[in-house]
């Protein structure tokens, strides 16, 4: 008892200095995944995307390192070591709205995290042993760092995300993005079931669970193709030629960064010979005057040709096809807008700023 007390007051030291670390002790298979995540490396060290546009910045030379909000919310230093936290989610209370950029409000009280259970919707967890057996067996109720409120509706919906994916406007009043979700903000299909989905492994080494839900977020960072069940591309035959489709199943925009460009490639295999057809691009473009701009710049969009929430998009290629004939086609994406990357310094980053596939789909003509 005495070693437990005084093992529980060495965590109580460290609660306060929300480190990330002290999680890693109790929920090593979330904190790893967390490790690989663009969460955690939202800094301006680790991102070399965030950094390249902060160098250009005109909040820069000031250093008012206003992204800290969203980028790292624990501390308002451009130069902060730690993105985003475990903390910097588990204790957001509620969403405020604003036009310019929405607020997370956080709990105050001390180690009270948030979470989502099936079944434990109106519960708050204290931690808590019991003994039965003359106390020859023990079991644990909560965890004994922290007390869990269940009862936070946003962490079964996905809200608890978009008070910093809702929206973000420059000085000029212009939407730099919008996530403009349509729908799916249910208990059933939300951000969180999609971009957290239930992977192996136990959640806490003190209570075992098969499953937990995927905490490195899958995105176009990290793990990409595990949205692309949510992404269904089909074809047809028609009198011109033929049609690919790309059917979005997410409530947002394909991709939503305007930085972002996503690619269909579209490969003809006929006589043992490889043909490759036109690409076709997608973009949303921002800038002013008819122009792209840097986004602190920009009043207008430009360009948009991005594939929209829930949207059915018809590819049409003008090519007479025979019977065999195979089409083999690839949705895929730039994290950073090749025109865009030498402009930032960022030709070189090849992860960056070229051709990532993320969904790949094969058709024989009958
Ligand atoms: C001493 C061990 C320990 C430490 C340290 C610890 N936790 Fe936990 N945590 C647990 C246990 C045990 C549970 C499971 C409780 C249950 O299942 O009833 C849990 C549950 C959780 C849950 C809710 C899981 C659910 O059921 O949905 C969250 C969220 C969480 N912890 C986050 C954190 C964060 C963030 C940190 C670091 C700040 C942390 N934990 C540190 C032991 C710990
Ligand atoms: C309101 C919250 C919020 C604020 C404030 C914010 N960002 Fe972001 N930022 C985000 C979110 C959310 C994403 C991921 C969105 C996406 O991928 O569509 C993001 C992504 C980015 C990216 C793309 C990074 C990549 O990995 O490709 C860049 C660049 C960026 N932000 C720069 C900035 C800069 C510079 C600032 C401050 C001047 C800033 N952001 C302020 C929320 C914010
Ligand atoms: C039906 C599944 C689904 C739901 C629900 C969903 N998404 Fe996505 N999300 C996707 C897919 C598919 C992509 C594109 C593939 C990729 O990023 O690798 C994506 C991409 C993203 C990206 C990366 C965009 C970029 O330009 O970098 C962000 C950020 C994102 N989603 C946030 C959210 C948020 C916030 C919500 C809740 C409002 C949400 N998503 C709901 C499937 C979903
Ligand atoms: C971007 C927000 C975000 C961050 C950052 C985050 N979590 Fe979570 N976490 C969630 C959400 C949302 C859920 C609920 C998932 C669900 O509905 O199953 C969750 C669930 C959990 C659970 C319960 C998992 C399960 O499936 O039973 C634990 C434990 C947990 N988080 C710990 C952590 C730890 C430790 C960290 C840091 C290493 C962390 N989280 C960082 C949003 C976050
Ligand atoms: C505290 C603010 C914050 C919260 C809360 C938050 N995010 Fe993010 N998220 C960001 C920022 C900032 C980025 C971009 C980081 C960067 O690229 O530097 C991002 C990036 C992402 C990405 C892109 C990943 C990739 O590989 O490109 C996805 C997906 C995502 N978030 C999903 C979620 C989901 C789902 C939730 C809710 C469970 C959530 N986020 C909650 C700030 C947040």
Not at 208 to 219: M, T, W, Y
Not at 262 to 273: H, M, N, S, W
Not at 281 to 288: D, L, N, P, S
Request: proline share 4%.
């Amino acid at each position: 008892m005495r070693l437990l007390l005084s093992l529980m007051s060495l965590f109580i030291i460290q609660v306060s200095a929300t480190d990330i670390s002290t999680c890693k002790s109790c929920h090593p298979v979330i904190y790893n995944e967390f490790q690989n995540s663009i969460h955690k490396k939202s800094t301006i060290k680790e991102d070399k995307v965030h950094n390249a546009i902060w160098q250009k910045h005109p909040a820069k030379p000031k250093g008012n390192y206003k992204c800290a909000k969203c980028h790292t919310p624990e501390s308002k230093e451009a130069n902060a070591k730690q993105g985003i936290t475990c903390i910097s989610c588990h204790t957001i209370t509620s969403i405020e709205k604003h036009p310019k950029a929405n607020k997370n409000i956080y709990e105050k009280k001390d180690k009270t995290l948030y979470s989502a259970q099936k079944g434990m919707e109106d519960k708050k967890v204290v931690y808590e042993e019991k003994s039965s057996w003359f106390g020859l067996v023990k079991e644990t109720v909560g965890s004994p760092y922290h007390d869990i409120d269940y009862s936070n509706e946003n962490f079964y919906t996905g809200k608890m995300c978009m008070g910093c994916h809702s929206h973000k406007q420059n000085g000029k009043g212009f939407d730099v993005c919008r996530t403009n979700v349509v729908g799916s903000q249910n208990k059933e299909v939300n951000c969180i079931s999609c971009h957290m989905p239930k992977v192996n492994g136990s959640a806490t080494t003190i209570r075992e669970s098969k499953q937990h839900a995927f905490h490195g977020f899958a995105g176009v960072h990290t793990a990409p193709t595990m949205l692309s069940k949510h992404i269904l591309i089909d074809y047809k035959k028609v009198a011109s030629g033929f049609e690919i489709t790309i059917e979005n199943q997410a409530p947002h925009n394909l991709l939503t960064h305007p930085l972002r460009v996503v690619e269909l490639k579209t490969t003809l295999k006929r006589d043992g010979k490889s043909e490759e057809l036109k690409s076709h691009k997608f973009v949303k473009t921002i800038g002013t005057n008819n122009k792209p701009s840097m986004p602190w710049l920009a009043t207008e969009v430009v360009k948009d040709t991005m594939i929209k929430a829930s949207e059915k998009r018809v590819v049409s290629f003008e090519k007479e096809l025979k019977s065999g004939d195979k089409i083999e086609v690839t949705l895929g994406y730039y994290i950073v807008n090749p025109k865009v990357a030498p402009k930032l310094g960022l030709e070189n980053e090849k992860k960056l700023s070229s051709f990532t596939p993320l969904k790949n789909a094969y058709f024989t003509v009958k």
